[in-house]
């Protein structure tokens, strides 16, 4: 007995360091809302990314900035966009930044 409360008391002071955010849990994927140049769109939080990646279908990519590529399913091409400005749970940045797309 004496051991859990010891491990508990251990345990109290982690609370105030904890912080908690909105997400969605949608098919194995974790969804949380973002501002990308001024609309509200929700993210797949991927916590493996090398940095900020776009989906095509709604943001243009720079044809001549094509990135070969390849992994383990094969080689493709990547392409960037410079995002003007984005934020996240009051994290931002408001100078260009390439994203790859």
Same mark, same amino acid.
């Given at each position: 007995? *004496?051991? !859990?409360?010891? &491990? #508990?008391?251990?345990?109290? =002071?982690?609370?105030?360091?904890? @912080?908690?955010?909105?997400?969605?849990?949608?098919?194995?994927?974790?969804?949380?809302?973002?501002?990308?140049?001024? *609309?509200? !769109?929700?993210? &797949? #939080?991927?916590?493996?990314? =090398?940095?900020?990646?776009?989906? @095509?279908?709604?943001?243009?990519?720079?044809?001549?900035?094509?990135?070969?590529?390849?992994?383990?399913?094969?080689?493709?091409?990547?392409?960037?966009?410079?995002?003007?400005?984005?934020?996240?749970?009051?994290?931002?940045?408001?100078?260009?930044?390439?994203?790859?797309?």
């Amino acid at each position: 007995m *004496e051991r !859990v409360f010891f &491990i #508990l008391l251990l345990l109290l =002071p982690i609370k105030g360091y904890s @912080e908690s955010f909105p997400i969605t849990l949608l098919k194995g994927y974790i969804l949380t809302e973002a501002t990308i140049e001024g *609309e509200s !769109v929700l993210v &797949i #939080l991927d916590s493996g990314a =090398p940095g900020l990646v776009l989906n @095509e279908k709604y943001y243009d990519a720079d044809p001549a900035s094509a990135i070969p590529c390849s992994g383990i399913n094969g080689s493709f091409e990547a392409n960037t966009h410079q995002v003007k400005q984005w934020s996240w749970l009051g994290v931002s940045n408001k100078k260009n930044k390439c994203a790859g797309v």
